[in-house]
């Protein structure tokens, strides 16, 4: 005979409480990404958003910064003070040169654990998502990647890192309450960069990278910069120019193009375009692609679907051109044209050249 079926187990109440262990736990770091002797500015945006953290714990703002002796970490610490940290956490050490994960995974799992900081934020760049997932891994702690908003839970002091979740149709806030330190890792241009103080200073704390370079599986014989990709910097562009489906056949993508090329502009695209090869996977904006924060972004025949709009909300502002008055672009662009794209690009391309000449002839 059938069992009846039982009711399902329920579920084990979730502890809010930390671990003795991890009270600890102190203060906010943020990873200040430093290749070939640059920055890359998702960092600064993090410190200017990790100094708020900071502020509402009460807690003090930390850099680390990972690389070999020279300059450009000299530079790179120097900095990490200008954008707001209140100390510098810094491993010199030229196996440091090139990015490799074992060496910089094992750098900063050593200093979190000798300094022990509560949160931990990384850029979701390629080497920021490869070095967080990696020590987060090694600590067996939590982290969120991609994050659109960070805020600090007033009850717990947990670190509330929201994202996207089902294909961008829902937020979801995570926070990670049984481990610490909380990671995250945000995109760059999703955190504004506040301005830097160049009078800031502070105390650096050095450590030592405890590994030989006989223990690093991966040796880098040569630096070859690749020069086909990631030519587009859409996402610290001033000005973006950008098409969807709505402009209906690849060889009007040139309409776009061409406007960009006036503006001294960069040019992007919806997704739907890069899968049909309109334009290549660097140009797509939104949630799958470049999250872009110009001074003015021209979107024309594109819908404004949520994934979209993630990606270039943060834009100063917003001039949608769409034939459909009820386009969903239209709720958050802040002007807007309800006409055909491929009519009104052109003529706003002839008058954006018309007005450089006269300008040009006036002076
Ligand atoms: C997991 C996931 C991730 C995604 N990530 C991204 C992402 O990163 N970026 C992204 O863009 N999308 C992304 N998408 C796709 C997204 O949901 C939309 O399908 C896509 O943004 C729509 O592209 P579109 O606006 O170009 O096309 P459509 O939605 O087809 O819109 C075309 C628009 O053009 C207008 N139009 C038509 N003819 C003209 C004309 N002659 N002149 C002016 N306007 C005209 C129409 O009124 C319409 O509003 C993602 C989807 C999923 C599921």
């Given at each position: 005979m059938a069992q009846p079926a039982r009711p399902a187990a329920k579920p084990r109440p979730k502890t809010k409480e930390l671990p003795e262990h991890l009270k600890a736990y102190r203060h906010v770091?943020?990873?200040?990404?430093?290749?070939?002797?640059?920055?890359?500015?998702?960092?600064w945006e993090l410190m200017t958003e990790g100094r708020r953290l900071a502020d509402a714990l009460s807690v003090e703002l930390a850099g680390v910064v990972l690389g070999p002796p020279g300059d450009g970490t000299d530079q790179a610490v120097a900095e990490a003070f200008h954008y707001g940290a209140d100390r510098v956490h810094l491993v010199e050490d030229p196996l440091l040169a090139h990015y490799r994960t074992d060496p910089y995974a094992k750098a900063l799992t050593d200093v979190v654990n000798a300094h022990k900081p509560e949160i931990l934020l990384l850029g979701a760049s390629t080497l920021g998502r490869d070095l967080a997932g990696a020590v987060a891994t090694t600590l067996a702690t939590g982290l969120t990647a991609d994050c659109t908003e960070l805020a600090i839970d007033p009850d717990s002091r947990a670190l509330a890192a929201t994202r996207p979740t089902f294909g961008g149709s829902l937020l979801c806030t995570i926070m990670t309450q049984a481990a610490r330190p909380q990671m995250a890792t945000v995109r760059p241009r999703v955190m504004a960069m506040g301005a830097p103080d160049r009078s800031r200073t502070g105390p650096v704390v050095r450590d030592r990278l405890d590994m030989t370079e006989e223990a690093i599986a991966t040796?880098?014989?040569?630096?070859?910069?690749?020069?086909?990709?990631?030519?587009?910097?859409l996402a610290y562009a001033d000005i973006v120019v950008a098409g969807g489906l709505g402009l209906q056949k690849p060889e009007n993508m040139r309409l776009v193009v061409e406007l960009a090329e006036v503006l001294g502009a960069e040019y992007g695209g919806s997704r739907p375009l890069v899968q049909k090869g309109w334009i290549t996977a660097d140009r797509q904006i939104g949630q799958t692609g470049k999250t872009i924060r110009p001074r003015l972004y021209i979107?024309?025949?594109?819908?404004g679907a949520i994934q979209h709009r993630v990606g270039c909300e943060g834009a100063d502002r917003i001039l949608a051109i769409n034939s459909d008055p009820n386009a969903p672009i239209f709720d958050f662009a802040h002007h807007g044209i309800v006409g055909d794209a491929l009519e009104i690009l052109p003529a706003l391309t002839a008058a954006v050249r018309q007005r450089r000449a006269v300008t040009r002839m006036a002076g």
């Open positions: 770091w943020v990873f200040v990404e430093l290749e070939h002797g640059r920055v890359h500015p998702v960092s040796k880098v014989l040569d630096f070859i910069p690749d020069a086909d990709t990631n030519q587009a910097q979107a024309a025949g594109i819908s």
